[in-house]
């Protein structure tokens, strides 16, 4: 599915939250603020809270995955990506495929991460972070049933 980056979740799903309530945190300000922006111009920081939050998957899973494509560094990006459980992996397989070669590229990018032992040791935790969270997801796919 290509994805209109000129429309707003809003448009693409039929569903406006409307205007943030009042007196709500600044996390819900954002979303409802975000939910209305076209997704070309939504930050990277809206598409990891919308992952995490699993809303709208339809449409935010494939835009994750084009940023990604895009800049392999993205690791919350990727990560929440891979932990989206809830999300039709089955019915997209060419969307795995595409999902696999971004972990492959972050990987690749962390091996040439050198310097003194902070960035190291951040290098360290960002791969051990997908990896596992690689791991996980590779085993919810064995499980699912290909049509």
Same mark, same amino acid.
């Given at each position: 599915m290509?994805?209109?980056?000129?429309?707003?979740?809003?448009?693409l799903?039929?569903?406006?939250?409307?205007?943030?309530?009042?007196? @709500? /945190?600044?996390?819900?300000?954002?979303?409802?603020? !975000?939910?209305? #922006? $076209? %997704?070309?111009?939504?930050?990277d920081a809206?598409?990891?809270?919308?992952?995490?939050?699993?809303?709208?998957?339809?449409?935010?899973?494939p835009?994750?995955?084009?940023?990604?494509?895009?800049?392999?560094?993205?690791f919350?990006?990727? @990560? /929440?990506?891979?932990?989206?459980?809830?999300?039709? !992996?089955?019915? #997209? $397989? %060419?969307?795995?495929?595409?999902?696999?070669?971004?972990?492959?590229?972050?990987?690749?990018?962390?091996?040439?991460?050198?310097?003194?032992?902070?960035?190291?040791?951040?290098?360290?935790?960002?791969r051990?972070?997908?990896?596992?969270?690689?791991?996980?997801?590779?085993?919810?796919?064995?499980?699912?049933?290909?049509?």
């Open positions: 290509e994805l209109d980056q000129t429309k707003s979740l809003a448009e799903t039929g569903v406006d939250w409307g205007p943030p309530p009042e007196n @709500v /945190s600044t996390s819900v300000t954002s979303r409802h603020l !975000w939910h209305r #922006q $076209p %997704l070309k111009e939504l930050p809206a598409v990891l809270r919308f992952v995490r939050s699993a809303i709208d998957l339809e449409f935010v899973i835009l994750a995955v084009e940023r990604l494509e895009r800049n392999p560094e993205l919350g990006v990727l @990560v /929440s990506v891979l932990k989206a459980n809830t999300y039709p !992996w089955e019915l #997209q $397989p %060419l969307l795995v495929n595409r999902l696999r070669e971004c972990v492959s590229s972050a990987l690749s990018d962390l091996n040439h991460w050198d310097g003194d032992e902070k960035i190291c040791a951040e290098a360290s935790a960002h051990a972070a997908i990896c596992r969270s690689w791991a996980y997801f590779e085993v919810r796919l064995s499980k699912i049933s290909w049509a």
